[in-house]
């Protein structure tokens, strides 16, 4: 990302790319008051002003629904692409090959994702697109009236909509399936948390999902519903405390973490995440520690928050295909069409 140090005498309150907080806004919410959507931006705001992210050197993508509305309310001086139900994936797959420079976040909801966008949500997965993908799920089809979305808990009882009679899908357990490198889940009701993984995510070199659980305040408002303000802050399970520092020289720490004790794990680009062990031993870098985390969460009824899974070791999609240091979309037409002698061997090996 592209950093530039404040002139002198600019006024205190500017990050070190010279912008201040109001750079990175966007228009003012539609949502309903009280909507997790609406905290969940506020701290995209405060990250991208932290980590100081240009707002042109990121581009937007959403779907359908009251998520997709989202990126509306954030960074305004960024592009960005409003697609079809469920399509996100693919329209932001495409950009993201055509300029490498670029990173992208990308927002979505339990209906646009886990339901008609599900298979291009795997794909975008196992493909490692280089982007950040949030999850703003509350258990409802907001925009048509709170009927139960793929993520509604079984048993959920709505006044209109009847019971839920369907097991839920579990988006950190696809993306874990469809071999994501950065999984984590959070309550839009604990903002500091949501804050430092966004920071974190966006580090990260390749599919960073962020499922946050976001209560639709109108819809999906009972105490005890899985999505509620209630039900989070009772059953929040936080795996460890995370922090996030800027880049700086790499620390490792090998051995296995004890309880209580505190670990940095290194980024790409030499940022650190601090983690401080809630829970006795978890590993967020050990596959089988993970799927064992969120299964046991599952069969408690447990909300659990934080870091869940991350590998640095594998490449980006445009990493795979050794792209040139020109994004594709800068490539001039000279630049694009192969030699005349190539295609004339071409043409000699076909025929």
């Not at 912008?19 to 506020?42: E, F, K, M, V, W």
């Not at 960024?78 to 697609?83: E, M, R, V, Y």
């Not at 469920?86 to 670029?102: E, K, N, V, W, Y």
């Not at 889940?185 to 993984?197: C, D, H, I, W």
Request: proline content about 4%; glycine content about 8%; hydrophobic content about 40%.
């Amino acid at each position: 990302m592209t950093e530039t140090l404040p002139m002198a005498g600019a006024a205190a309150n500017v990050n070190l790319a010279g912008l201040a907080r109001n750079d990175y806004r966007g228009a003012p919410s539609t949502l309903c008051q009280g909507c997790g959507h609406n905290s969940i931006s506020n701290q995209i705001v405060s990250a991208l002003y932290e980590m100081n992210i240009v707002p042109e050197d990121v581009v937007k993508f959403s779907g359908i629904g009251c998520s997709s509305k989202s990126p509306t309310y954030f960074l305004n001086r960024s592009f960005g692409f409003n697609s079809l139900h469920g399509r996100m994936p693919s329209i932001a797959t495409g950009a993201l090959f055509g300029d490498q420079r670029l990173k992208g976040i990308g927002v979505s909801g339990d209906g646009d994702s886990a339901s008609i966008g599900m298979g291009q949500f795997k794909h975008v997965m196992r493909r490692n697109v280089n982007m950040l993908y949030i999850i703003e799920n509350n258990g409802v089809y907001g925009l048509t009236k709170g009927q139960f979305s793929a993520t509604a808990e079984k048993g959920l009882q709505l006044k209109k909509q009847g019971k839920n009679l369907y097991q839920p899908v579990d988006i950190c357990m696809e993306a874990f399936t469809s071999n994501a490198t950065f999984i984590a889940r959070s309550f839009a009701g604990n903002p500091k948390q949501v804050k430092e993984l966004l920071k974190a995510a966006l580090a990260h070199e390749g599919i960073a999902v962020l499922d946050i659980i976001s209560p639709c305040v109108t819809f999906n408002n009972q105490d005890t519903a899985y999505h509620s303000y209630t039900w989070g802050k009772t059953h929040e399970e936080p795996l460890h405390e995370i922090s996030y520092i800027a880049p700086r020289a790499e620390i490792m720490l090998e051995r296995e973490m004890e309880e209580g004790e505190t670990r940095e794990v290194a980024m790409h680009d030499g940022s650190i995440i601090v983690l401080k062990n809630l829970e006795k031993g978890y590993d967020t870098t050990n596959r089988f520690e993970a799927l064992r985390a969120m299964e046991e969460a599952q069969q408690n009824g447990w909300l659990l928050t934080g870091l869940l899974y991350l590998d640095t070791t594998k490449p980006t999609l445009t990493q795979m295909y050794d792209l040139v240091d020109t994004p594709l979309n800068r490539l001039t037409e000279a630049e694009l069409r192969p030699e005349r002698a190539m295609i004339d061997k071409v043409n000699a090996l076909m025929f």
